[in-house]
């Protein structure tokens, strides 16, 4: 569910017309609507009201301070992958204790800031990594809890660059070494264990896989507590998957019907870590159609956003949803939607059917809240794009255009070439 609906022709972002945006801040545009992350947020929160948990929104996918701050506000934790997300997050006002960290490479300097900080927990990705994070934190005499990240060698049956939880992949510790692993932990003297967690992949449309891995999981859990393990949080990452075309993926009651009952009677706190299903609705990429081109046997719609504004097309092949801002009666055609990149791969859509565009109109590329922004870059020498939060009938800029001399501020001309 979200807020972007038409009223009449006209295609609204809640209470505002999306046109008086686009001509007000420019395009390409980002605008999120503030109703819609909440509405997401406060899904989960209810859903599993009846059990002592946190919801830790996954910062990478989006990064945007108001987002930030309005998911802190709403008492919402983090994950975070980098010491960059920590900095954004703590800046945001997330309390640390409600911060988990996750990622398979962190480093020295990324870890110190993390112990200082006293996040919640490290979400442990290797063996090496648990022997650096106890270095670490043996060098600044303090305790650094853990969670050990496991592994279940689940398909979670999504597209393979955003799975993660199988056992060819990069992340977590297999479930067959995870006993070994924890006994390593144990021994280790500066290493508090307080958790378990796993994370099986990205916009996941069935449960199945969730019950699945739970399942194995509590296996672990059950098995560890016996060995005296005192496991009090449980982390079932993220990865519940949004409506992009016509997909109907579970939402957290469903997730809450399924898993609740499988943890009830275990004294636990549960962790969640959901990105894409709190922000990916709640946002929209604003296009202009620059000009139009028939190509041998197709047509082309080139608009002024490109892969360098939304990488999601080049990069997984996703579908989003394209549609005039103004809806009037017209013609269907089939085209392809393209940015004014220099890549092949530059196409915010193929081969689609859809309203013929009039050039210079408007288009709203939809779902585009969640690795949108977060993803892009400014590569062609492309200043970033503008990003809007909408409230009810106000509208505010949460984050400036870039510039041009943004795109060189940070270069240094070297002496000799003065
Ligand atoms: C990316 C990621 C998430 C968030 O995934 P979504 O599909 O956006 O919900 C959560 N946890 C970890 C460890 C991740 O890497």
Do not use: W
Request: net charge positive.
């Amino acid at each position: 569910m979200h807020f972007f609906t038409y009223k009449g022709n006209e295609l609204y972002a809640e209470d505002v017309p999306v046109r008086t945006l686009a001509e007000r801040y420019g395009t390409p545009l980002y605008i999120y609507s503030y109703s819609t992350v909440l509405r997401h947020f406060r899904a989960y929160d209810e859903a599993f009201a009846s059990y002592p948990h946190i919801i830790c929104y996954a910062l990478k996918a989006n990064t945007n301070g108001a987002l930030l701050r309005l998911l802190a506000k709403s008492g919402s934790g983090a994950d975070i992958v980098s010491g960059g997300e920590l900095f954004r997050a703590l800046k945001a006002g997330i309390p640390p204790e409600k911060i988990v960290y996750a990622g398979v490479g962190k480093t020295e300097a990324e870890i110190m800031t993390a112990l200082k900080n006293r996040v919640l927990m490290f979400n442990v990705e290797s063996e090496d990594e648990l022997r650096e994070i106890d270095r670490v934190a043996g060098r600044m005499k303090v305790k650094a809890p853990i969670a050990l990240r496991i592994n279940p060698d689940i398909n979670a049956q999504t597209h393979p660059y955003i799975s993660t939880g199988m056992k060819e992949h990069k992340f977590g510790i297999s479930i067959g070494s995870a006993l070994q692993n924890y006994g390593l932990a144990a021994r280790l003297k500066n290493i508090e264990v307080v958790g378990l967690q796993k994370h099986i992949g990205s916009q996941i449309t069935k449960i199945s896989p969730y019950v699945e891995a739970m399942e194995k999981i509590l296996l672990l859990l059950d098995t560890l507590r016996s060995r005296k393990f005192r496991i009090r949080y449980l982390d079932i990452g993220g990865g519940l998957g949004i409506s992009y075309k016509d997909e109907k993926p579970p939402v957290p009651a469903d997730l809450a019907r399924k898993l609740l009952p499988l943890i009830n009677g275990r004294k636990l706190t549960l962790i969640m870590e959901p990105g894409r299903s709190i922000v990916g609705n709640a946002g929209i990429l604003i296009t202009r159609a620059l000009y139009l081109k028939k190509g041998a046997g197709k047509e082309f719609v080139i608009v002024d956003a490109g892969m360098n504004d939304l990488m999601r097309p080049s990069l997984y092949d996703a579908y989003h949803h394209i549609q005039p801002v103004i809806m009037n009666k017209r013609a269907a055609v089939t085209a392809d939607v393209v940015g004014p990149i220099c890549e092949s791969g530059d196409f915010l859509a193929k081969k689609r059917r859809m309203p013929k565009v009039n050039r210079g109109e408007y288009l709203a590329v939809m779902s585009a809240g969640a690795y949108g922004m977060s993803m892009s870059s400014t590569y062609n020498s492309r200043p970033q794009a503008a990003e809007v939060m909408v409230k009810g009938s106000t509208h505010s800029l949460i984050r400036k255009r870039g510039t041009l001399d943004d795109l060189v501020r940070d270069e240094v001309i070297p002496g000799f070439l003065k």
